[in-house]
């Protein structure tokens, strides 16, 4: 029995994922819930787990691969020796119609829609030029035979150049820039996966020229060939987390009306309350830092302040107010700014604060962070301090209120108990939706926070 696996949607509403790596390959046998692949999101890299026991028949896309939700990632053999059935009859039919089943709903476990009569491996269709009927001639001929499996006529063409050819994003960025297309390049590999080489090859034969609008610094090969190291630009692909970052920060910067103020406050209280944990031997595995004091403090401040923790519901016409506390943690990471939050952070002891802090951080470097972890967060903190910055103006994430930037703790002189000492202090900066925050609101919250980072005892006083 064959059975097909299309690629779901993964909880987030995302209209598609890249194929990070296989980690299966046409032929292995896999037993149910294995681990088949690793797919990169806008928001995180996320492992599938394998819907079926069986073996792999075909994978329908390659590692670099930008693969549309409902789209056939890959295909199992299983046993029974028959053809799986569509889910129902409509289904049934549009298969037979060649269509995509109106009714199918991918799902993380998924069910396989039933197998093309035709036998051969389906892929999402080309949206390109080639792939019309008026492909041009000349340019067949200079392909290499096998490119177009020795196409007689234009139907058989047309159905080669709908299939998605297998190579990696920098290779299909120089194909684009040479104005090559893929599919009419023979790959020289023996996995069938079109390399540099191959691209510039063929480019070199037909004489292919770059798409893009040419200018004085663009007519060299120096600057076509932007990967090689002797390159002096190189284009990278917007997606993934740094596409999902700029559509929704520039979603927040042009809807939500941003204030942003600041204030400067002595921490040397808490620079010393944190060097006494340190030394303790019961706190030492802990790691608590002046984040995870910050963290307190801001969930204190907001059960004072809960106008910061609330939401503009502009479909609804409402003003959301949350009566707990997800706190979104900003970290930085090789694929770009993520903020996963802490659900149920007022909840939380100082301790389990900085334990969360810690565990949140690890996974996000390692790319592990569950979609779920960031999406529902009610307010969040970014520590620019630690790269030697004193402040910022940070942007709020979208849904959300507020968002509290640390900067870095300076040893300065400063004013203390009416004279001048060397103190510890930081710059506090805070940027709010001013449809749901007034100045005075802001600036009030603001001063809660910066008291328990003065005095961290005061925070037995809050409630």
């Known amino acids: 029995m064959n059975q097909d696996f299309r690629l ?6 995302l209209p598609e994922a890249e194929i990070v790596q296989w980690l299966v390959a046409e032929g292995d046998s896999v037993t149910l819930n294995q681990t088949i692949a690793e797919v990169e999101t806008a928001k995180a890299i996320v492992e599938l787990p394998s819907p079926h026991a069986g073996t792999v028949r075909t994978l329908h896309a390659a590692a670099g691969d930008v693969v549309e939700v ?24 549009a298969e037979d119609e060649g269509a995509e089943p109106a009714t199918a709903q991918p799902n993380l476990v998924g069910y396989g829609a039933a197998p093309r009569t035709s036998g ?9 030029a080639s792939a019309s009927s008026r492909a041009d001639t000349a340019v067949l001929e200079a392909a290499p035979h096998d490119a177009v499996h020795d196409a007689v006529h234009t139907t058989d063409v047309d159905d080669r150049l709908r299939e998605r050819p297998r190579s990696t994003p920098p290779v299909r960025m120089l194909a684009k820039q040479l104005g090559v297309d893929l599919a009419l390049v023979e790959a020289s590999g023996a996995q069938g996966i079109i ?11 037909v004489g292919a020229a770059p798409i893009a609008p040419v200018t004085a610094e663009a007519t060299t090969d120096e600057f076509r060939a932007v990967s090689e190291p002797t390159a002096r630009t190189t284009r990278t692909p917007i997606r993934g987390v740094r596409k999902h970052t700029a559509e929704a920060m520039v979603r927040s910067a042009f809807t939500a009306p941003h204030v942003t103020t600041f204030l400067t406050v002595d921490v040397t209280a808490t620079t010393e309350l944190l060097a006494s944990f340190k030394a303790d031997r019961a706190l030492q595995d802990h790691r608590i ?12 401040g907001l059960a004072r302040h809960p106008e910061l923790n609330s939401k503009w519901d502009a479909d609804a016409g409402e003003i959301v107010a949350h009566h707990y506390v997800n706190l979104g943690i900003a970290a ?18 100082l301790v389990e604060l900085a334990d969360e802090i810690r565990t949140l951080a690890e996974t996000a470097r390692a790319g592990k962070t569950a979609p779920a972890a960031m999406m529902g967060g009610t307010f969040s903190i970014t520590n620019v301090g630690v790269f030697g910055v004193d402040a910022g103006t940070p942007i709020i994430n979208p849904g959300e209120a507020g968002i509290l930037a640390l900067g870095a703790v300076r040893r300065q002189p400063w004013e ?18 001013h449809r749901l925050v007034d100045g005075e609101q802001g600036s009030r919250f603001l001063v809660t926070v910066a008291d328990v980072l003065r005095e961290p005892g005061r925070a037995m006083l809050l409630r």
């Open 70 to 93: 409902g789209s056939v990632l890959i295909s199992f053999e299983l046993e029974g020796g028959a053809d799986a059935s569509p889910p129902d009859a409509a289904a049934n039919a």
């Open 289 to 300: 830092g002046i984040l995870a004091v910050a963290a307190k403090a801001v969930c204190l």
């Open 8 to 13: 779901p949607d993964l909880g987030e509403g």
């Open 332 to 349: 930085a990471t090789g694929r770009g700014l993520v903020v996963p939050h802490i659900p149920d952070a007022q909840d939380l002891t």
């Open 416 to 433: 203390h108990r009416g004279e001048i000492a060397l103190r510890d202090v930081m710059t506090l900066a805070l940027s709010f939706d």
């Open 195 to 205: 390399s540099r080489a191959d691209v510039e090859a063929y480019a070199a034969r």
């Open 120 to 128: 051969r491996p389906q892929r999402r269709a080309r949206v390109a």
